[in-house]
């Protein structure tokens, strides 16, 4: 990688153009202004959204058309902090008749809406010819005209500047040339930005406690952005019946109860060998991506449908990384409404998912707003459970409880002595284990200790992980171990 893309803004130092504005990058503000990038498709506006950002946010790929929703953060221009979104491309040429003509136009619609609340509307056009797109796209904007800044991109070296002079043609002031790939006049164009921003209403604000964050994950269709809207109680997510809808994460904040949640709303994950798209494949990599950053999944699953193999392949995902897991039967409104319905429905996922028979199951409608709270009241109830722990004198007295209930099988060949144990760590939940002969210890009586731990030490709806490890020395000498 060059040294200029290793570096968004390699003319100047971020931190220190920060001070001189007075605002400290590693604190939380609010009331920002809004700072929105618009253009026709594939004129780089997701790769210029990621070089203000100084990281991948935004799905970056050749194919027209590739962010559909909205995708927006906090970022520090020039050292001032602004609210900064990623628009889907204008699209001009569309065959009515088409589910993607379809799709586009709710595209148009979510970017005509962030242009309207914005201070400042970056239009991004490409060096080259003038498309009809770009004309039309132009127009739209003329309400606007007081807020905009014009930046040509790919323009790296100076590269078709002498035809990008053309732009002037719709009556722009000034024209900025840029290369978003490599960064060429990228701090002239963050002045250019922030000159005439409103900073006065920017404040410090106190960092919230941390929120639940929930991951959105399923199949394609299964009403993921749905819920992703109605929790929120926005239009963030496009919602349509059109495979493959969301792409980029779509993140939404919201209150319940008190407590502050995030919601990630991610692509459909479809199996291997339907994912034939560069788009797709980085759209299912970065919902994924997803299970390093949140506590709890909500795993949709069609009611009308059932289970797939990609449902498996998540659980285990976010099994790997012991995060709490909700099965959602969304759609449940259209199933039989009957205990019977859902007790038989229930008991069939379990036994497909033996070994997490702890995980809840809980019927929802999405469309109709039907079983939200249980299923808010649930993620509350395993996030607490995540984050729970327990004092290692309380956890060594159960330990020895459940010793004296079940005592560890012994024999000539099998011989083990456990001496005490500790919580490692809290979400994910893990516990170690101290035993001589950790390889004489049956997996079956492994499995009663984390049976007992999920009983007794109310774990009982979230993965925990127990790691053995030898120790000749006993639970009185226990701090000469671990220094």
Request: with cysteine; charged share 30%; glycine share 6%.
């Amino acid at each position: 990688m060059s040294k200029n893309k290793a570096n968004p803004f390699k003319d100047y130092d971020e931190k220190a153009e920060a001070e001189k504005a007075g605002f400290d990058t590693s604190k939380y503000y609010v009331n920002l202004p809004l700072v929105v990038i618009a253009g026709r498709p594939n004129v780089g506006k997701s790769t210029l959204f990621n070089r203000f950002m100084h990281k991948r946010l935004a799905i970056v790929d050749p194919t027209p058309g590739v962010t559909r929703d909205p995708v927006e953060a906090t970022a520090f221009i020039m050292g001032k902090p602004v609210r900064l979104v990623d628009t889907g491309g204008y699209k001009l040429d569309r065959d009515p008749t088409s589910r993607e003509s379809e799709m586009d136009e709710l595209v148009v619609q979510k970017t005509l809406e962030s242009i309207k609340k914005a201070d400042k509307i970056l239009l991004l056009l490409e060096a080259g010819i003038i498309t009809g797109e770009d004309e039309e796209f132009i127009h739209l904007l003329r309400p606007y005209w007081d807020k905009l800044v014009v930046a040509v991109n790919k323009c790296e070296g100076g590269a078709g500047e002498d035809i990008a002079w053309n732009y002037l043609q719709y009556g722009f002031k000034e024209l900025i040339f840029i290369s978003a790939d490599h960064g060429d006049h990228i701090s002239e164009l963050a002045t250019k930005l922030t000159d005439g921003l409103d900073f006065s209403r920017v404040e410090e604000g106190e960092k919230p406690l941390a929120p639940i964050r929930i991951a959105i994950l399923g199949k394609p269709n299964t009403g993921k952005s749905t819920l992703s809207n109605r929790l929120t109680h926005s239009e963030k997510s496009i919602v349509s019946d059109y495979a493959g809808t969301t792409r980029d994460v779509v993140e939404g904040k919201f209150q319940y109860a008190g407590r502050d949640f995030e919601i990630m709303d991610t692509a459909g994950i479809r199996r291997k060998k339907k994912v034939t798209e560069n788009v797709e494949y980085y759209s299912v990599n970065r919902a994924i991506k997803t299970l390093d950053n949140c506590d709890v999944v909500f795993l949709m699953i069609d009611a009308q449908e059932g289970l797939a193999d990609q449902d498996k392949k998540i659980c285990s995902l976010a099994y790997e990384r012991g995060r709490g897991i909700i099965f959602v039967l969304n759609k449940w409104d259209t199933q039989e409404q009957s205990r019977k319905t859902l007790r038989t429905t229930q008991d069939y996922i379990k036994t497909m998912f033996g070994h997490m028979n702890w995980a809840p199951i809980l019927p929802l409608s999405a469309l109709k707003g039907e079983g939200i709270k249980d299923l808010l009241n649930k993620a509350i109830e395993l996030y607490e459970q995540l984050i729970r722990k327990v004092e290692t004198s309380a956890l060594n007295k159960a330990l020895e409880d459940w010793l004296f209930h079940y005592p560890p099988p012994a024999s000539k060949a099998i011989h083990f002595k456990i001496r005490y144990m500790t919580q490692t760590s809290v979400n994910p939940v893990s516990f170690r284990i101290f035993c001589t002969s950790p390889d004489n210890v049956p997996e079956s009586y492994v499995t009663y200790l984390k049976n007992s731990i999920r009983k007794d030490l109310g774990f009982d709806q979230i993965p925990v992980e127990v790691n053995l490890q030898a120790s000749r020395k006993r639970w009185e000498n226990r701090f000469d171990e671990e220094k």
